[in-house]
């Protein structure tokens, strides 16, 4: 309704990283392999480190890019309803999320402010940026940018190698899992980083048309 389109992909697999701006990749290929990284090459590696790991009877974490494109600039609030913090509290309620990151995120934590701010300017009669380090989003409330995000994701702590722990006696063990476990669930966490973004985006869109009734 809102011509709003929001894109996953995976980004990560333990240290094989796929570091193509996503304007620069085309998601549609996303689908098009198991670990759903748009880049077929990246795909094949991070493939095969996974069946490497599988093997190994260990687990890989990884990480999830996700942009959400033609959100309406206004969404959110500068205070109690930010939109990235309602973004990172979805990502966050995720099993196995451990980050959450938007624009240049921890990046931008080493660069000078003159080197992370976006620059404005006039085009056709609107405020455009030259840069989207903001992520889409400024003071909590979306510019009109794509908004992106990534979420990190721990490897699954089931793994078939022998860890210590102990047991309800408090004695130390030794504890061997059996059955079938993932080496890596950051592939089948991407349609739910989508759609725990669609309901943020969707909320936000409500709140907004209600505010704009009273």
Known sequence: EHGIRIQAFVKQIGKISLDTPYHQLDLSETENN?????????????SSLVEETRKKGDTLGGVIQCVIRHCQPGLGSPVFDKLHAGLAGAMMS???????????GFEGASRYGSGNNDAMYMEDGQVKFRSNHSGGILGGISNGDDIYFNVAFK????????????NRAGEDIILE????HDACVVPRAVPIVEAMAALVIADHL???RASRLI
């Open 34 to 46: 198991m670990v759903r990284c748009p880049n077929p090459a990246i795909a094949a590696q991070m």
């Open 94 to 104: 995720i099993n196995a999320a451990h980050g959450f990151e938007y624009g240049s």
């Open 155 to 166: 490897p699954v702590a089931t793994i078939m190698k022998p860890q210590a722990s102990v």
């Open 177 to 180: 899992n059996q059955g079938r």
């Open 206 to 208: 409500l709140l907004h």
